[in-house]
């Protein structure tokens, strides 16, 4: 058997990276699965090959997964209420077990202000009437489950993570809800299970899956699984790594990754046109996030917490 340099086999679209043969142009070709760098024209071909290829491979796989991890992740859906982006932080927005719906905290505010008596237990989205009693709410939420849908999965994981809304506190019911709404793709999913993975008890501690959930999370949306990655980076010493997570997140309007960013610029690990690009950014979307409603929904739970 010929085998050729994976370096050869780029040059030719059409050449076995093993043995060489051509398909002439015909497509038999397979190609890597995992890099597309090269192409074979059998499995014996590709397993002979794959020592000579390995480092390639893993390269590309590498550089494919940061393009991916480092590209800017679109805003939150907007509250289909106001029509305003909702809020990243996730005590300022409520699931609906009716609709399915996440509405923000400033739309459920005015309207238990401003809604006739009548109106103000019905849900603002769809107007179905509100659960009457907590063991109500929790039989909609497991029908919402039941549907397959992930923010339930999340909403109700977290009741049982809790203890709250009547459930007994179940760490292995909230784990295997979790796990079921981040293959989903639901980026709190994820967060929430870095963070399990992180500390341990529940499970045992896992490095390597509390950043692979940190990473789907804040690939997802999550600026604050972003911003741990962050942190995470500049624990390992991979400083530029950790500053493109800040600057992602802090596009985002998260707080704390934009002070990580303007102490950056003042450190010199941050470019003043990066940090003025990503100071613009921020206020952006704190201005898409922003309203009145919001600030007085934000300011009752404030109060509610005693701060």
Not at 237 to 252: E, F, L, P, T, V
Request: aromatic share 8%; net charge neutral; with cysteine.
């Amino acid at each position: 058997m010929n085998t050729i340099t994976t370096k050869d086999a780029d040059n030719s679209k059409h050449q076995c990276a093993a043995c060489g043969d051509s398909d002439d142009g015909g497509g038999s070709l397979k190609p890597c699965t995992a890099c597309n760098l090269v192409k074979y024209c059998k499995e014996s071909c590709q397993v002979a090959h794959w020592p000579a290829h390995k480092q390639a491979c893993e390269k590309r796989v590498a550089e494919l997964f940061d393009e991916k991890l480092f590209k800017q992740p679109p805003p939150n859906e907007d509250c289909p209420i106001c029509y305003l982006r909702l809020p990243i932080d996730f005590d300022q927005f409520k699931y609906q077990s009716c609709c399915g719906k996440i509405l923000c905290g400033g739309c459920v505010c005015a309207n238990t202000v401003a809604a006739a008596d009548t109106e103000k237990q019905k849900c603002v989205f769809c107007r179905t009437e509100g659960s009457y009693s907590v063991e109500e709410e929790n039989e909609r939420v497991k029908k919402r489950v039941e549907a397959n849908d992930a923010r339930a999965m999340f909403h109700l994981g977290t009741c049982y993570q809790f203890g709250i809304n009547s459930l007994r506190q179940d760490y292995a019911k909230a784990l295997e809800l979790f796990h079921k709404s981040a293959k989903l793709g639901n980026p709190f999913a994820h967060s929430n299970l870095s963070i399990y993975y992180h500390e341990g008890g529940i499970v045992e501690k896992d490095t390597r899956k509390v950043t692979y959930h940190e990473q789907l999370a804040a690939i997802a949306g999550n600026v604050q699984a972003r911003y741990n990655l962050g942190c995470d980076e500049v624990n390992t010493g991979n400083i530029d790594r950790a500053y493109k997570h800040w600057m992602i997140s802090a596009n985002d309007g998260h707080d704390l990754s934009m002070k990580a960013v303007q102490e950056g610029y003042k450190s010199g690990f941050v470019t003043k046109d990066d940090c003025a690009k990503t100071t613009r950014a921020y206020g952006i979307s704190i201005d898409e996030m922003k309203s009145d409603d919001r600030d007085k929904a934000a300011a009752a739970i404030r109060a509610s917490k005693g701060s």
